[in-house]
RNA sequence: CGGGGCGUGGCGCAGCCUGGUAGCGCACCUGCUUUGGGAGCAGGGAGUCGGAGGUUCAAAUCCUCUCGCCCCGACCA
């Protein structure tokens, strides 16, 4: 491609609206721009790459066994009402009416469409399992479409569907997938970690995060620093604390506390460690107030509680209540003699004694108290959020926590959408069964923009190989000279014969603005050709990623190049 | 949805408070000079100031409504 007629054009300064550096980038290169929030055109350059993360994902899809389909992106409302999760999926599900009222929506996901097709063409079980997938458009109208790429509106995504005869078969196709995954991120080069997305479900571990990792990443990580455990934040414990309660409990005493309502504050005040503060949350979980307890230096994860609770919004209790309640100002509430009867407390509160809490009176807190003598817990959770500071559930190492991009997520589904949609087959002995399925799913857009989280310096981008848009960049520094002109011309023919996805910018720019350009585009080799090197029959290479620099004779580029392709990454 | 902010040539912004009919940088076009890390000079094209309504002799500027866009939304315990 001459860089002449590609339709590109790039930026010098970030666009405003954009707040990664891949949102930045994306823009600056010329790879997407913004139609309307959460949705994006994709122009040459971006589509190129996003072709060649589709491709990849085509051939370990195909691979690890599945077919690729391609299914309608509208779908009439009967469909989601069959599944029920027309009225169950909200305000996320865009949906529009045809001119006869006729209900329909836009597909966010295409479990009811691809159920559908399959309930319809299979009959026996000879025809299973059956692994479909494909890589469309999809449609969801996100609460907050945010950070180009990354969460859209509109977004091309990899969802794939399996359907097996049982459990058994399910496990197999789902270790495929599992394979498959880590080979396609591998290939597009980033480095990632596949977390359990769900523990402690029927059958073990039937559902992975495919994690990007990345400081923006919207998603919490936790992993052993030894063993393989990796779960999202959502799900990670750690080994309950070993210590025991003190043996003797000391009696009960207030400490004035004068305008002091955090813990950190009162700690030092009261020169104790944090350790020893009980924290005490009034929280409304949906229509009710329970109170939360956990050790001062621990924070509340929201989504274990939520799930602990079984309900469906967990949020602290505003000032009113917290008045109402411990009838104190906020920062002074305490279990001891609260009218609340629910009390969840973390799994460490179990080990406190002799603790520090509030005295539901302005200014005041208690000092050695003990749980059981003072007040009653209902419950002790692991309802914590892990930090560093705790060790592994399963080996009892020390814990990393890092920041991921969701790129991937599969899943077992079971028999949920069979079920319901009526999906069925004949086995040998002519008995009816539901078909079990699974779920496999790839942000083609997010994992571009995650590639780019990770791969790039202050200049721009810096493709892996496998998924940048050109592979050689040739860039004659003046394109009046005869001789550089020749040569570029030649090398351009000869790469291209030779199957190199090569990019000539052939522009009468001056030689600054084509190296900034290049290190905006982030194409892995570029070919610098000038007339003073030549001159001295001499042709430069340079390596995007390290800044390599080779000085060759021009018969020894193509080669040169050749061989460097085959060890970049 | 709640809170905050912003809409002015393709992009980034100033002008608004204190009304007088629009400006800067980048990009673009022409010419000359320049040419190894976003050149210089000269000339030029391009904006219903998001939209609607109102106030006024006069509105980018003041008022009302509306649409769009961006950011934040447990950390007080």
Same mark, same amino acid.
Not at 228 to 234: F, I, K
Not at 423 to 451: F, H, K, W
């Given at each position: 491609?001459?860089?002449?007629?590609?339709?590109?054009?790039?930026?010098?300064?970030?666009?405003?609206?954009?707040?990664?550096? &891949?949102?930045?980038?994306?823009?600056?290169? =010329?790879?997407?721009?913004?139609?309307?929030?959460?949705?994006?055109?994709?122009?040459?350059?971006?589509?190129?790459?996003?072709?060649?993360?589709?491709?990849?994902?085509?051939?370990?899809? /195909?691979?690890?066994?599945?077919?690729?389909?391609?299914?309608?992106?509208?779908?009439?409302?009967?469909?989601?009402?069959?599944?029920?999760?027309?009225?169950?999926?909200?305000?996320? $599900?865009?949906?529009?009416?045809?001119?006869?009222?006729?209900?329909?929506?836009?597909?966010?996901?295409?479990?009811?469409?691809?159920?559908?097709?399959?309930? *319809?063409?299979?009959?026996?079980?000879?025809?299973?399992?059956?692994?479909?997938?494909?890589?469309?458009?999809?449609?969801?109208?996100?609460?907050?479409?945010?950070?180009?790429?990354?969460?859209?509106?509109?977004?091309?995504?990899?969802?794939?569907?399996?359907?097996?005869?049982?459990?058994?078969?399910?496990?197999?196709?789902?270790?495929?997938?599992?394979?498959?995954?880590?080979?396609?991120? *591998?290939?597009?080069?980033?480095?990632?970690k596949a977390v359990e997305a769900d523990t402690g479900t029927i059958g073990g571990n039937f559902s992975h995060e495919f994690m990007v990792l990345a400081s923006s990443g919207e998603e919490e990580v936790v992993s052993c620093r030894q063993c393989?455990?990796?779960?999202?934040?959502?799900k990670a414990e750690c080994r309950p604390p070993q210590t025991e309660p003190p043996a003797f409990p000391y009696a009960r005493e207030e400490a004035h506390t004068p305008g002091l309502k955090s813990v950190p504050d009162v700690a030092v005040f009261?020169?104790?460690?944090?350790?020893?503060?009980?924290?005490?949350?009034?929280? *409304?979980?949906?229509? #009710?107030?329970?109170?939360?307890l956990l050790r001062g230096d621990h924070e509340l994860h929201p989504e274990k509680l939520r799930k602990h609770l079984n309900c469906h919004e967990i949020a602290l209790a505003d000032e009113e209540t917290v008045r109402r309640v411990t009838k104190?100002?906020?920062?002074?509430?305490?279990?001891?003699?609260?009218?609340?009867?629910?009390?969840?407390?973390?799994?460490?509160?179990?080990?406190?004694?002799?603790?520090?809490?509030?005295?539901?009176?302005?200014?005041?807190?208690?000092?050695?108290? @003990?749980?059981?003598?003072?007040?009653?817990?209902?419950?002790?959770?692991?309802? !914590?959020?892990? &930090?560093?500071?705790?060790?592994?559930?399963?080996?009892?190492?020390? $814990?990393?926590? /890092?920041?991921?991009? #969701?790129? =991937?997520?599969?899943?077992?589904?079971?028999?949920?959408?069979?079920?319901?949609?009526?999906?069925?087959?004949?086995?040998?002995?002519?008995?009816?069964?539901?078909?079990?399925?699974?779920?496999?799913?790839?942000?083609?857009?997010?994992?571009?923009?995650?590639?780019?989280?990770? @791969?790039?310096?202050? /200049?721009?981008?810096?493709?892996?190989?496998?998924?940048?848009?050109?592979?050689?960049?040739?860039?004659?520094?003046?394109?009046?000279?005869?001789?550089?002109?020749?040569?570029?011309? /030649?090398?351009?023919?000869?790469?291209?014969?030779?199957?190199?996805?090569?990019?000539?910018?052939?522009?009468?720019?001056?030689?600054?603005?084509?190296?900034?350009?290049?290190?905006?585009?982030?194409?892995?080799?570029?070919?610098?050709?000038?007339? !003073?090197?030549?001159?001295?029959?001499?042709?430069?290479?340079?390596?995007?990623?390290?800044?390599?620099?080779?000085?060759?004779?021009?018969?020894?580029?193509?080669?040169?190049?050749?061989?460097?392709?085959?060890?970049?990454?």
């Open positions: 491609m001459r860089y002449s007629e590609l339709f590109i054009s790039t930026l010098k300064e970030d666009p405003a609206e954009a707040e990664l550096i &891949s949102h930045k980038l994306m823009v600056r290169s =010329g790879m997407i721009r913004k139609l309307a929030t959460g949705i994006y055109s994709y122009l040459p350059v971006g589509l190129k790459v996003i072709k060649k993360v589709e491709n990849i994902i085509r051939e370990e899809m /195909n691979a690890g066994g599945a077919q690729e389909v391609l299914l309608p992106v509208l779908s009439p409302a009967q469909l989601w009402q069959e599944s029920g999760r027309w009225a169950l999926y909200g305000e996320e $599900l865009m949906r529009l009416k045809d001119r006869h009222q006729r209900d329909f929506c836009l597909g966010p996901t295409h479990e009811e469409v691809i159920t559908d097709l399959v309930r *319809q063409q299979v009959r026996s079980y000879r025809q299973l399992p059956v692994n479909l997938y494909q890589i469309q458009t999809k449609f969801r109208d996100e609460i907050r479409p945010r950070f180009g790429l990354m969460r859209g509106r509109e977004f091309i995504m990899k969802d794939g569907y399996s359907f097996d005869r049982d459990e058994k078969g399910v496990e197999v196709t789902y270790q495929k997938m599992y394979q498959a995954y880590s080979r396609i991120f *591998q290939r597009c080069g980033l480095r990632f393989s455990y990796a779960v999202n934040a959502d009261l020169n104790k460690p944090v350790t020893v503060i009980l924290k005490t949350l009034i929280i *409304q979980a949906d229509n #009710e107030i329970i109170l939360v104190a100002p906020v920062g002074f509430a305490s279990p001891v003699g609260i009218d609340i009867h629910k009390v969840i407390a973390d799994l460490t509160v179990e080990t406190m004694g002799n603790f520090v809490c509030g005295a539901n009176v302005e200014d005041y807190h208690l000092t050695d108290v @003990n749980w059981g003598r003072d007040f009653h817990i209902d419950q002790f959770v692991d309802i !914590r959020r892990v &930090s560093t500071q705790d060790t592994c559930p399963l080996c009892g190492s020390g $814990l990393e926590i /890092n920041r991921g991009i #969701e790129v =991937g997520h599969i899943f077992k589904l079971g028999t949920k959408y069979s079920k319901m949609l009526n999906a069925t087959y004949l086995d040998e002995s002519g008995q009816s069964q539901i078909i079990v399925m699974g779920c496999y799913g790839i942000g083609v857009g997010r994992t571009v923009a995650a590639a780019i989280e990770q @791969n790039h310096d202050q /200049n721009g981008i810096i493709w892996p190989q496998a998924i940048a848009p050109y592979q050689v960049l040739l860039l004659p520094l003046d394109v009046q000279d005869k001789n550089v002109l020749t040569l570029v011309e /030649n090398l351009y023919t000869d790469l291209k014969a030779a199957g190199v996805e090569v990019l000539l910018d052939d522009r009468e720019e001056r030689p600054g603005a084509k190296f900034k350009d290049a290190d905006l585009l982030g194409i892995p080799l570029r070919v610098n050709i000038g007339a !003073r090197d030549l001159a001295k029959n001499q042709v430069e290479i340079k390596i995007r990623r390290s800044g390599e620099i080779f000085k060759l004779v021009p018969d020894d580029v193509k080669n040169k190049l050749m061989e460097l392709l085959g060890n970049l990454s």
